[in-house]
């Protein structure tokens, strides 16, 4: 996007990156550099570094609630408890699964399946990324079983390009102002990207 704000981000993984980036289209930015794509301890090891960065540019940090017991907001306050005007650190709860069962219409679609079979209330799953598995397993498509669900007895919790498919869904079909409606987290964190882009072109 041509002349549009360039923000940087912080990611657990490589779905994450393509959600992020998404999210800052969105939201009338531009993606720059995206960090991080090695797990959640790298994000906390760095998250000071990030914060200090947001002092005067807006930055978008992103992790996953997982199955941490407390609830976002005291997850935020451990994680940076004075955080800088520009930052967006945002939590998906529990999963960046969650935000994208949200938009149930596209995903069953994309998979392949019944959209009366997508849970109404995905930030209230205890393991979305399971939850995704099993909706691919029940998929009327082929490839999107082969690619998506792993092999019997290989001991892995999702398929060999489970990463890759679930990239093509979100730059390709997912709409984050619909599942928006269904994940509140989301909301949240597309509110924020705006906030910050708004008061720095401002």
């Known amino acids: 996007m041509d002349g549009a704000l360039i923000i940087d981000a912080a990611v657990e993984g490589i779905i994450d990156e393509a959600v992020a980036q998404k999210l800052i289209v969105g939201a009338g930015g531009s993606p720059g550099t995206i960090y991080g ?8 090891q ?4 990030f914060n200090n960065a947001a002092k005067t540019w807006p930055w978008l940090v992103l992790v996953d609630l997982d199955n941490d017991k407390e609830c976002a907001p005291p997850f935020c306050t451990r994680w940076v408890p004075d955080p800088s005007p520009y930052l967006c650190f945002r939590v998906a709860v529990r999963e960046v699964e969650s935000w994208l069962m949200a938009d149930s219409e596209t995903l069953a679609s994309f998979l392949g399946i019944s959209r009366a079979i997508i849970p109404k209330d995905p930030e209230g799953l205890v393991d979305p990324k ?3 598995v099993n909706l691919a397993r029940r998929s009327r498509k082929e490839a999107i079983r082969k690619d998506m669900v792993p092999r019997q007895g290989s001991g892995r919790p999702v398929g060999p390009a489970y990463a890759s498919r679930m990239i093509e869904y979100v730059q390709n079909y997912w709409r984050p102002e619909v599942a928006a409606r269904r994940a509140d987290s989301l909301g949240r964190a597309i509110a924020c990207l705006r906030r910050v882009i708004k008061e720095v072109v401002a």
């Open 46 to 49: 760095k998250i000071q570094g």
């Open 130 to 132: 399971r939850e995704m």
């Open 37 to 44: 794509k090695t797990g959640k301890a790298f994000l906390y």
